[in-house]
Structures are given as structure tokens and as C-alpha cells.
């Protein structure tokens, strides 16, 4: 009884933490404090960024994703993730991919077992994989590489909800 309260914790957290992370947005403002023009109204854009996966450091083992999305957020449709990875070198190592987990408990634990591989080792190199948000929906990313040891030990698993709309004042 006490592990479905804990489990029952955990997912209440982590939506917490989704929704905190979808729409936190650094610059927010309601432009009441503006002395010069009085008050502002927010303009829509629709204009989509292309984002690189862990920025400098791209898709590596060892690289915490998590805090970088929650860092780099919020995300929002139709905006593009950018996985640059090294492309094997050899067959003794794993090489990184990129797997959509179907759900929060599949992220929690990297159960890649019902996940979609939806970039393998080869897709990473140059220019990167693309993947578009195109669904107002969380998105569940993880390393396939090991066997889901890039996920479990390489912190390479991060997830988004994309806002909507894109507000600027």
C-alpha cells in the first residue's frame, strides 16, 4: 500500500513540475510598470525556433537533459529539437539514439520497452535529427543507447509540453 502512495507521489510531482516548466517564461511581464507607454499588450507570433538538445554539449552521455529543459523552456508548438550526436566510432561502444517513451512511468524508470526509436546512431551526426512538436502533448525523450544505461546512469532523458502560443510584450 505504501508503494502505490509513493508512486501516487511521484507522478503528482512530476506533473507539477511539467506544467511549472511548460509555462514558466523568464520574461514575462504584463507591461503595467511601463512609465513611457502606459500600458502593453501581448502580440501572438507564430514563428517556430529550432532548438539544439543540450546546446553546446548536444546529445551526450553524462549531460543532465532534465535541468537543461527545464533551464532552456519553455517549448512550444511546431518548434523543432535538434539531436546532434557523435556517430559510432566502432562496435564496442553504444551508440546514442533517440526514443519517444510512450508515458511518464516509461520516463521514470526508461522502460524502453513499448518506446519508439525515432533516431538511431547513424541520424545524430552533422546537421542532427529534427523532431517537430507538432501535438500539444507531453513528450518523453531518452537515449536508447546500453539498453537504457545512457538513460538510467547518463541522465540522457528529458521531457516537454509545449505552450500553445508564443507571447511577447
Same mark, same amino acid.
Given at each position: 500500500?505504501?508503494?502505490?502512495?509513493?508512486?501516487?507521489?511521484?507522478?503528482?510531482?512530476?506533473?507539477?513540475?511539467?506544467?511549472?516548466?511548460?509555462?514558466?517564461?523568464?520574461?514575462?511581464?504584463?507591461?503595467?510598470?511601463?512609465?513611457?507607454?502606459?500600458?502593453?499588450?501581448?502580440?501572438?507570433?507564430?514563428?517556430?525556433?529550432?532548438?539544439?538538445?543540450?546546446?553546446?554539449?548536444?546529445?551526450?552521455?553524462?549531460?543532465?537533459?532534465?535541468?537543461?529543459?527545464?533551464?532552456?523552456?519553455?517549448?512550444?508548438?511546431?518548434?523543432?529539437?535538434?539531436?546532434?550526436?557523435?556517430?559510432?566510432?566502432?562496435?564496442?561502444?553504444?551508440?546514442?539514439?533517440?526514443?519517444?517513451?510512450?508515458?511518464?512511468?516509461?520516463?521514470?524508470?526508461?522502460?524502453?520497452?513499448?518506446?519508439?526509436?525515432?533516431?538511431?546512431?547513424?541520424? @545524430? =551526426? *552533422?546537421? !542532427?535529427?529534427?523532431?517537430? /512538436?507538432? #501535438?500539444?502533448?507531453? $513528450?518523453?525523450?531518452?537515449? @536508447? =543507447? *546500453?539498453? !537504457?544505461?545512457?538513460?538510467? /546512469?547518463? #541522465?540522457?532523458?528529458? $521531457?516537454?509540453?509545449?505552450?500553445?502560443?508564443?507571447?511577447?510584450?
Amino acid at each position: 500500500m505504501g508503494l502505490k502512495y509513493t508512486q501516487g507521489f511521484l507522478l503528482l510531482v512530476l506533473c507539477a513540475s511539467m506544467l511549472g516548466v511548460s509555462v514558466a517564461n523568464r520574461n514575462w511581464q504584463y507591461g503595467w510598470n511601463s512609465p513611457k507607454h502606459g500600458h502593453r499588450h501581448p502580440k501572438y507570433t507564430d514563428t517556430p525556433k529550432k532548438i539544439v538538445v543540450g546546446g553546446s554539449a548536444n546529445w551526450t552521455f553524462g549531460f543532465d537533459y532534465t535541468v537543461w529543459a527545464f533551464r532552456n523552456g519553455p517549448f512550444y508548438l511546431n518548434d523543432t529539437l535538434v539531436f546532434k550526436y557523435d556517430l559510432p566510432k566502432d562496435n564496442s561502444t553504444h551508440p546514442h539514439s533517440v526514443y519517444l517513451l510512450p508515458d511518464l512511468w516509461s520516463f521514470l524508470t526508461c522502460n524502453l520497452t513499448e518506446a519508439v526509436m525515432i533516431a538511431d546512431g547513424s541520424q @545524430g =551526426g *552533422g546537421n !542532427g535529427f529534427e523532431f517537430v /512538436l507538432n #501535438k500539444w502533448q507531453p $513528450y518523453f525523450f531518452a537515449c @536508447g =543507447g *546500453g539498453e !537504457g544505461i545512457h538513460c538510467n /546512469l547518463g #541522465k540522457m532523458k528529458f $521531457y516537454v509540453l509545449p505552450l500553445l502560443r508564443r507571447w511577447h510584450y
